[in-house]
């Protein structure tokens, strides 16, 4: 991995903020991006002399991270449909599903939103999910701003404060996040579960 780390520090000393700008947004909005190493990457670096203030890093990052989210919830919205229907395709889901999604995000997309901006893969698709799913666009807006500025004030400091051990640091932090992230999934696969025995006894009883 040392070669990948090798061409990040080489792109965020080449281009400063507009790497860490144009990564981030990239990742937010839905591109396998790897916004949290350029995070953490940029915040290392204030430590030596390339032009990088660990104060600009955050803010820069905010802006990035809130603009990408959104413009993904944006494409999410308007091409929903077209979203969907791959999904239903790719994941052999069909109308049942999909309307237990909408209700699921209703009731915990708040904290699905703001929990995803911390685990690697879920905060790339989080906002295109969130417009294809119609989530109210102010309730996205309020927890993807806590999300996102908790999540690289939260990155950008560690990465500050532990530069002397910034590839054990990197290293572990992207272990736990496939951790958290598949533990995540686990408890999302429970709950869909449960929503959709609901979903198929509450049409029984209709039925009835």
Same mark, same amino acid.
């Given at each position: 991995?040392?070669?990948?780390?090798?061409?990040?520090?080489?792109?965020?000393?080449?281009?400063?903020?507009?790497?860490?700008?144009?990564?981030? !947004?990239? =990742?937010?909005?839905? $591109?396998?991006?790897?916004? =949290?190493?350029?995070?953490?990457?940029?915040?290392?670096?204030?430590?030596?002399?390339?032009?990088?203030?660990?104060?600009?890093?955050?803010?820069?990052?905010?802006?990035?991270?809130?603009?990408?989210?959104?413009?993904?919830?944006?494409?999410?919205?308007?091409?929903?449909?077209?979203? %969907?229907?791959?999904?239903?395709?790719?994941?052999?889901?069909?109308?049942?599903? %999909?309307?237990?999604?909408?209700? $699921?995000?209703?009731?915990?997309?708040?904290?699905?939103? !703001? !929990?995803?901006?911390?685990?690697?893969? $879920?905060?790339?698709?989080?906002?295109?999910?969130?417009?294809?799913? =119609?989530?109210?666009?102010?309730?996205?807006?309020?927890?993807?701003?806590?999300?996102?500025?908790?999540?690289?004030?939260?990155?950008?400091?560690?990465?500050?404060? !532990?530069?002397?051990?910034?590839?054990?640091?990197?290293?572990?932090? =992207?272990?736990?996040?496939?951790?958290?992230?598949?533990? $995540?999934?686990?408890?999302?696969?429970?709950?869909?579960?449960?929503?959709?025995?609901?979903?198929?006894?509450?049409?029984?009883?209709?039925?009835?």
């Amino acid at each position: 991995m040392h070669w990948f780390y090798h061409v990040v520090r080489h792109f965020l000393i080449s281009w400063g903020y507009w790497a860490l700008l144009l990564g981030l !947004f990239g =990742e937010s909005m839905g $591109l396998p991006l790897p916004g =949290e190493t350029l995070l953490m990457f940029a915040s290392f670096l204030t430590h030596k002399q390339t032009g990088l203030h660990i104060q600009w890093v955050i803010l820069v990052g905010v802006v990035a991270a809130i603009m990408g989210d959104n413009l993904g919830y944006l494409l999410g919205h308007h091409f929903g449909k077209t979203f %969907i229907g791959w999904a239903k395709k790719l994941l052999r889901l069909d109308d049942q599903d %999909i309307g237990i999604a909408r209700k $699921l995000i209703q009731t915990h997309g708040g904290r699905t939103i !703001f !929990f995803s901006r911390f685990i690697f893969g $879920l905060r790339t698709i989080a906002g295109p999910m969130a417009g294809s799913l =119609e989530m109210p666009w102010r309730r996205f807006f309020r927890f993807n701003l806590l999300g996102a500025a908790t999540w690289v004030v939260g990155m950008s400091f560690v990465g500050y404060a !532990f530069a002397n051990e910034f590839d054990s640091l990197l290293g572990y932090i =992207e272990k736990a996040s496939w951790a958290i992230a598949g533990g $995540l999934l686990l408890t999302g696969y429970l709950i869909w579960r449960r929503a959709k025995q609901r979903y198929s006894t509450q049409n029984h009883r209709k039925a009835a």
